[in-house]
């Protein structure tokens, strides 16, 4: 459903969000919100703002949208007005829905909100949390992967390139492995459906210098040339025709 506001509007999945909204609005984007509910359990790390929201039976993220690099000095999370449809948070809202609709590894998404101030606008979104999984750079971190994780992280990633999805941003952060070793990936920010093309090639290898970049860090063995030519054997596994070469 979609609900205009005072500033802007909220784009947001009925059953998950409608009581909430009706009785606080869109208070809901607000972390102020949630810590006053006692309800904010924790912060995670990286360039945008990502709080860990309990609501009861469920478990949510909500991440405010931040700019990176040098742009970020001039405005920290404001982006320049192009009309609703190009708002980050509902574009990527509405990519995810898609993709949990073809049963792709991705949270669920759960409400997205813009607040409009003339010519720029601040957005929010809110996902479902992954139950019990953590980033694979904290997974390398506590330790070397089995050979059939790096399968299983190609595999997933073969899923999503298969159904056309190109990842903007595919790093070590976004790739997330729960306590069963089941994959999925999140952050799609700037991402898109497209044709097959030269972009898969540029995921794999955006992640390979992740991975290169926070390895240097760890302990020997944790990320190797063998480890990556598993993932590379489960992508191809499970890949396209198309993709299968790369």
Same mark, same amino acid.
């Given at each position: 459903m979609r609900?205009? &506001?005072?500033?802007?509007?909220?784009?947001?999945?009925? !059953?998950?969000?409608g009581a909430l909204l009706d009785a606080s609005g869109e208070a809901?984007?607000? !972390?102020?919100?949630?810590a006053a509910r006692t309800q904010l359990a924790a912060v995670a790390a990286g360039r945008g703002s990502a709080w860990f929201l309990d609501s009861g039976p469920r478990q949510w993220v909500l991440r405010h +949208?931040?700019?990176?690099?040098?742009?970020?000095?001039?405005?920290?999370?404001? +982006? *320049?007005? &192009?009309?609703?449809?190009?708002?980050?948070?509902f574009a990527e809202y509405r990519l995810?829905?898609?993709? *949990?609709?073809?049963?792709?590894p991705v949270p669920k998404p759960i409400g997205a909100r813009y607040q409009r101030a003339g010519f720029r606008y601040r957005c929010?979104?809110? &996902?479902?949390?992954?139950e019990g999984a953590r980033p694979l750079s904290a997974e390398l971190a506590a330790g070397a992967l089995a050979d059939e994780t790096w399968l299983a992280i190609g595999a997933a990633l073969a899923r999503l390139h298969a159904a056309g999805v190109d990842h903007a941003d595919l790093n070590a952060h976004n790739v997330l492995i729960d306590r069963r070793g089941a994959v999925s990936v999140?952050?799609?920010?700037?991402?898109r459906i497209r044709k097959a093309g030269a972009w898969k090639l540029r995921n794999l290898r955006r992640l390979r210098r992740?991975?290169?970049?926070i390895s240097?860090?760890? !302990? !020997?063995?944790?990320?190797?040339?063998?480890?990556?030519a598993s993932l590379l054997s489960g992508y191809r596994a499970c890949a396209d025709p198309e993709s299968r070469g790369l």
């Open positions: 609900l205009a &506001t005072a500033s802007g509007a909220i784009l947001a999945d009925a !059953p998950f969000l809901i984007f607000d !972390p102020e919100f949630w +949208y931040r700019r990176g690099g040098f742009i970020a000095h001039l405005s920290a999370d404001r +982006y *320049i007005w &192009t009309g609703e449809s190009r708002v980050r948070a995810l829905a898609r993709l *949990i609709e073809r049963g792709l929010d979104l809110i &996902t479902e949390r992954v999140i952050d799609f920010d700037r991402g992740s991975l290169e970049k240097r860090n760890l !302990p !020997p063995g944790r990320f190797s040339a063998e480890a990556f």
